[in-house]
Structure formats: structure tokens, C-alpha cells
């Protein structure tokens, strides 16, 4: 469920922060800790905040897009699934999707799909059903992707198959 700035309002009583410096506090506190412990539960509540559209301009404001395309470069494996999490509950917003597309996201988000954890995996290939546009499908459908794709159509994991199956027929058309 979406909410909106009065339901964000009512919630918060007069003396809470606001959404805005709560943002800020959370971005603040994933840059400031050194326990990675931490980092991860700060970048997974922000990745949880990215599916409301009302965050959105308050994301662009604190550069959490770019914390999200950084922590998906990571070694740590629950960075790169929070990170490319972020990504794909926020980039279906135009200005989001412009953002990562200019800013280097999709060869990121290409790289996630090797990894060995299901929800990067899904999460990558749901993230490039939505950054799908004329001018980036040749970059999206690469012959790696294909390849890649068509792998994960085959698996015995339904869930990866199935979303494989759909992103194959809905985006690849195979020349004959």
C-alpha cells in the first residue's frame, strides 16, 4: 500500500522527524557505522522505504540511488541483494530509471544475475523488465543476457523459470 504525506504526517505526531530526516538519519548512519551488521539492516530498511513512490524525490535528494548502485558493486552478498532490492522497488519512476540508466546501472544489475542468491537474481532480472526502453534494449538483450536468460528458463526453480519465461516472451524476439 502507497501512503500519503498526511497519512506519513498523522503517524508521526508533531515532535517525530519527518520523512525526510528520517531518510537522512538512515543515510547518515549507513555511512557513519563501520559494523557491517549494521550497513546491511540500514541499506535493507532503505530498500524496504524505495517501494513507496512518495520517497522518491526524498531519495533523489540524499543520493540513495547512487548508494544502491554502489552497495551492488559490494562482495557482501546481502549488500547486493538489499542494493539491487532498492533498485527495483524504485525504478519503474521515470526520473528513477533515467537516473540509473545514465548512471552505469545496467551493467551492474547485468553482473547481479550471477550471483548465487535467489532474490539478487530475481530482483536483477525484474530490474531489467523495467529499464527495458528502445534505447536500452540492445545493451538489456545482450547475447550474454539471451544466453543467460534461456538458462534460467530451463531451471527447476520455478520462480527464476518463470520470470525468465516472461521477460524472454515479452522483450526477446529471436530473428529467423
Do not use: W
Not at 3 to 32: C, H, M, P
Not at 72 to 82: A, D, H, L, P, W
Not at 104 to 109: C, E, H, K, R, S
Request: some cysteine; aromatic content about 10%.
Amino acid at each position: 500500500m502507497f501512503t500519503s504525506q498526511e497519512y506519513i504526517d498523522r503517524k508521526s505526531g508533531k515532535d517525530r522527524l519527518g520523512r525526510l530526516e528520517y531518510l537522512q538519519a538512515l543515510v547518515t548512519e549507513f555511512q557513519d557505522t563501520h559494523k557491517q551488521d549494521n550497513k546491511e539492516q540500514v541499506l535493507a530498511n532503505l530498500a524496504n522505504f524505495a517501494y513507496d513512490p512518495i520517497n522518491y524525490e526524498h531519495f533523489r535528494k540524499l543520493n540513495v540511488l547512487d548508494l544502491f548502485l554502489d552497495s551492488i558493486t559490494e562482495e557482501n552478498e546481502k549488500m547486493v541483494e538489499f542494493g539491487i532490492g532498492g533498485i527495483c522497488n524504485c525504478c519503474l519512476d521515470k526520473q528513477n530509471k533515467q537516473f540509473i540508466i545514465e548512471n552505469g546501472g545496467i551493467p551492474l544489475i547485468i553482473n547481479c544475475l550471477s550471483s548465487s542468491t535467489e532474490e539478487t537474481v530475481l530482483s536483477a532480472l525484474t530490474s531489467l523488465m523495467f529499464l527495458m526502453t528502445p534505447a536500452t534494449t540492445k545493451e538489456i538483450l545482450c547475447p550474454a543476457v539471451v544466453d543467460c536468460l534461456q538458462e534460467f528458463a530451463d531451471s527447476s526453480n520455478k520462480r527464476l523459470s518463470n520470470l525468465a519465461k516472461v521477460f524472454l516472451k515479452d522483450y526477446h524476439k529471436p530473428s529467423y
